[in-house]
């Protein structure tokens, strides 16, 4: 069994963390920011998209990414301030994703922050993008339970954890290779759909039929771990040697039975795990938890078995500022603070480091 313990430290406080949180998020290449009262109310969930940016190159380019950031950054975060209503000296604390993501976006969202923080006087504390997401299945229903298992499924993530009702998180399982988004992406792509290709495929696979043409389950049965690359493979082994008109006939059948490929491995998986675990809810949160097939299967399995379900309403799926808020939020209560020297994190620990992690 190894544990994980990530160690925090830092600036003093200048006042209380019980006030108005602002959440930075430029992992990736969504540009957010977001304010959230000290009871937990989101004023404010501002997102700039960079959809526009990557396009015409069929995915992030991370040195695009970076420059829209730095262009955007100052603009977001005032309007995240002046929708909530809000001063900046109104603010408690600020709240950054430090890991982990891209390189250089991470390092402007952390750059910012910290300046900001500077200038007010306020407490910081850094974030792991898995740790909001993590945090996202409390934003609608702030009652739903503590004890629960979590599935963070996204574009780099595919990670099951058990939450307990102390907080604590221990890392159940995760992908031996691909995550889901990636697969949904690279599907997305081989079968000449747009960017972001998680979405297009999710809306072609609507038009197919998902038993029609059969994908490979991966890892089904022997153990709770996942692995989507064999899946990837399959698919251009399928589409190899067919012509244009051959797929354009079977395009959304094709897209339909990759799809239920991977969100039927996803749910059978995480409810084993909820039965594993002994709890009777589970959170499924990510880029990947806004797929409308993946969110009709959860929710007919979990009305079925008794399963108390959260997935976050659409504009929390992805990335955003609202859940790096609300997950900043209970760290600087819990007296986490960032480090002054603290570094950007391309990688990190698959989870929160409020916590000791005991990953199995």
């Known amino acids: ?44 969930n501002v997102i700039s998209s960079q959809h526009s940016v990557h396009a015409r190159f069929g995915g992030v380019v991370p040195e695009l990414a970076s420059r829209a950031h730095i262009e955007k950054i100052e603009e977001i975060a005032a309007r995240a301030i002046d929708e909530a209503g809000l001063s900046w000296q109104d603010l408690a604390g600020v709240a950054v994703t ?16 910290k300046a900001l923080a500077f200038a007010l006087n306020i407490p910081i504390v ?13 934003l609608k229903d702030p009652s739903f339970p503590r004890s629960c298992v979590v599935l963070v499924v996204s574009g780099g993530h595919t990670h099951l ?8 998180t221990r890392l159940l399982a995760r992908t031996r290779d691909d995550a889901a988004g990636e697969a949904f992406d690279k599907g997305a792509q081989m079968l000449g759909l747009g960017f972001p290709g998680g979405p297009a495929l999710d809306k072609l696979a609507q038009a197919g039929n998902p038993g ?8 089904r049965k022997s153990s709770l771990e996942f692995s989507f690359s064999g899946l990837k493979t399959s698919l251009l082994y399928r589409l190899q040697g067919m012509d244009k008109a051959h797929l354009d006939g079977i395009r959304a059948d094709v897209a339909a039975g990759y799809q239920e490929a991977i969100v039927s491995v996803l749910v059978e998986k ?12 589970l959170a499924v949160v990510g880029g990947v938890s806004a797929n409308s097939r993946l969110r009709a299967l959860l929710t007919e399995r979990a009305h079925r078995e008794g399963v108390l379900l959260s997935i976050p309403p659409l504009q929390y799926c992805t ?5 790096i808020a609300a997950a900043g939020r209970n760290a600087l209560s819990a007296g986490r603070r960032l480090a002054d020297d603290a570094e950007a994190l391309v990688t990190m620990d698959p989870l929160s480091p409020l916590q000791v992690i005991e990953t199995v």
């Not at 313990?5 to 200048?14: E, Q, R, V």
């Not at 995480?270 to 809810?281: I, K, L």
């Open 319 to 323: 990335d955003n500022a609202a859940m």
């Open 161 to 168: 954890y058990h939450r307990g009702q102390d907080g604590a």
């Open 270 to 281: 995480a409810f084993t795990a909820v039965g594993r675990c002994g709890v009777a809810a």
């Open 1 to 44: 069994m190894n544990q994980i313990k990530m160690n925090y430290s830092g600036i003093s406080d200048a006042r209380g963390t019980d006030g108005p949180v602002l959440g930075i998020e430029t992992s990736c290449d969504e540009t957010a920011a977001a304010v959230i009262r000290g009871d937990g109310t989101i004023l404010s």
């Open 98 to 113: 430090e890991g982990p993501g891209l390189a250089g976006a991470l390092i402007v969202g952390l750059n910012y922050a």
């Open 212 to 219: 029609k043409i059969r994908f490979p389950r991966s890892m």
């Open 126 to 138: 850094g974030v792991s993008h898995l740790e909001g997401h993590i945090a996202s299945a409390w």
